[in-house]
């Protein structure tokens, strides 16, 4: 069964970064035809679709544009959220979630029903 295994969380002081990773284990499994996601969730908040990337187009939401970027290394089967500048408004459990396409689901990315979701990782902006 495939599982996306995330990575990369943790606590940092307001202007920091991180670098999330989320990758797929199952053995022979590719993500080359999927869409791949972060979406994060504070405490009290709705669901918030972050970034996407596919193999036509990538997207960023509003809150995070300019701060942080998505890549995907697919021979490694993997997709990584490099963080900067992060913000205590930032703080959220941060999931990966992959779903077959070539366009991200930029109306729907928050709502939307994806094929595999990560366990999520802990982010904690604070000084």
């Known amino acids: 069964q495939v599982q996306l295994v995330e990575s990369g969380g943790g606590l940092v002081q307001p202007g920091g970064s991180l670098r999330l990773s989320c990758a797929a284990s199952?053995?022979?499994?590719?993500?080359?035809?999927?869409?791949l996601v972060w979406l994060r969730q504070a405490p009290g908040k709705e669901r918030e679709g972050v970034s996407c990337?596919?193999?036509?187009?990538?997207y960023y939401a509003d809150s995070v544009k300019g701060r942080f970027t998505i890549s995907r290394d697919n021979p490694k089967n993997t997709v990584h959220l490099q963080m900067n500048s992060l913000k205590p408004e930032d703080t959220a459990v941060y999931y990966c979630?992959?779903?077959?396409?070539?366009?991200?689901?930029?109306?729907?990315?928050?709502?939307?029903?994806?094929?595999?979701w990560g366990q999520g990782t802990q982010v904690t902006v604070s000084s």
């Open positions: 199952a053995s022979g499994f590719t993500l080359d035809y999927y869409v």
């Open positions: 979630a992959a779903v077959l396409g070539s366009m991200c689901p930029r109306r729907s990315i928050s709502s939307r029903a994806y094929d595999y």
């Open positions: 990337i596919s193999s036509k187009d990538i």
